[in-house]
């Protein structure tokens, strides 16, 4: 790649920088907004199963420790599948790749409406994490293909938002459904829920196919100006980054890998704990009314995202990752210990409190905590490292449920559970600031 396009060169620095900027909202607003809505319609699938269980819990008397094996061995399955994914995904290409994920954990979500065993909960929701797997940091490093890092923090932000965004409106949109359709056919609410939000993630992965595209080189909805802009941007960033560990095996020998690994696992913990159990805790102190209790939690999630947007903002603005991602942990890991406390008290706006707070903190360190493996990741390091950072910490969404299962089962109380995974957040918070060190921000 040329450092400066030849079409380019004769160009005023402003009418070149213009032109640019032309090229990558072209960009932004072909790619985003498809990798987005199917973001969205991941965790609308991967978190109904929380609604779901208010009432298939009692249909299928199933216990709480059932539940919490069956909502945390989705990310066994994703543990076990997502290197793979982003290998094949260099194989093959992002838009095939994609595909499969997204008909593949549609398809399986239907299926999920006619569980009638823990067994079959189990296998499911293994097969639901085995084609999820590889989603999230494949779409991260899509996105490294097409834009340059300071260009990409927005774009990511947008991205990794649609998950809040998903429980905000899933929420009270699961409660209606699974009112509505109560016994419609002969199936349950839950039943239905299942059925209604599977279908649309089968479709977009058909559509997905002729919208993305796999490389710049390959776009022919952009003109060979447009192409040069992309190449040359992405070639001065990759010279001012310097050297970097393009080796994956190398990479593996890298502290700073585990260390984000440890990281990001403590954050996922408090994360799964919000959106696995944040109804049953709702619930627990007294909004018993579907409808109501969808609405609530959709107020709750909604303070995750814009603790996503917001801290977004701010680490732009300060061009700054490290902090940003540590003290929004910290406040997610606080939220959670308030939860504990009123959950224990049976106080109603306590609790709320307590959830939409550890919501905005620990949902909001997410996006920024993905700007700092690019510092230490490039080449063919970043494409498996990324997938092994998400796939590892991930386990995090199987220890949770389980833990926190399993304590409500044996203690009838969830304060125990809660304190202890507020406490392992609270780490993350502690290992970025004593262990990784200040780098300039790739932005």
Known sequence: MSAVPSTAAAMPPDALAAERDATFRRVIWRIVPCVTLIWFLAWIDRVNVGFAKLTMMNDLQWSDAIYGAGAGIFFIGYFLFEVPSNLLLQKIGARKTIMRITIGWGVICVAMAWVQTPGQFYFLRFMMGAFEAGLQPGVILYLTYWLPAHRRG????????????????????????????????????????????????????????????????????LSPTQKEHIASELADEDRRLGPREHSFMASLRNSHIWLLIAVFFCIIAGNA????????????????????????MGGIYACGWAGMLVNG?????????????????????????????????????????????????????????????GQYLSGSAIAIGLAVINSVANLAGYFSPQLLGYLKSTTGSYTRGLTGIALVELLATVLILAFIGRRANPQ
């Open 154 to 221: 927005k774009a990511l932000s947008v991205f990794v938002s649609a998950s809040a965004i998903s429980l905000v409106v899933g929420s009270p949109l699961a409660a209606y459904i699974m009112e509505l359709s109560q016994g419609a056919f002969g199936l349950k609410g839950w039943q239905w829920l299942f059925i209604v939000e599977g279908i649309p993630s089968v479709l977009i992965g058909l559509l997905a196919f002729f919208i993305l595209t796999d490389l710049p080189s390959r776009a022919k909805w």
């Open 313 to 373: 903002w701010l680490s732009d603005r300060a061009q700054e990752t490290r902090v940003h991602t540590a003290v929004a942990a910290a406040i997610g890991a606080i939220g959670l210990l308030a939860a504990a406390w009123f959950v224990g008290d049976k106080n109603p706006a306590g609790v709320v409190a307590a959830l939409a707070l550890s919501s905005a903190g620990t949902m909001g360190a997410i996006p920024i905590f993905w700007q700092l493996p």
């Open 273 to 296: 704990t919000l959106v696995f159990y944040g109804p049953s805790l709702v619930r627990e102190v007294g909004f018993t009314d579907i409808k109501t209790l969808g609405w609530v």
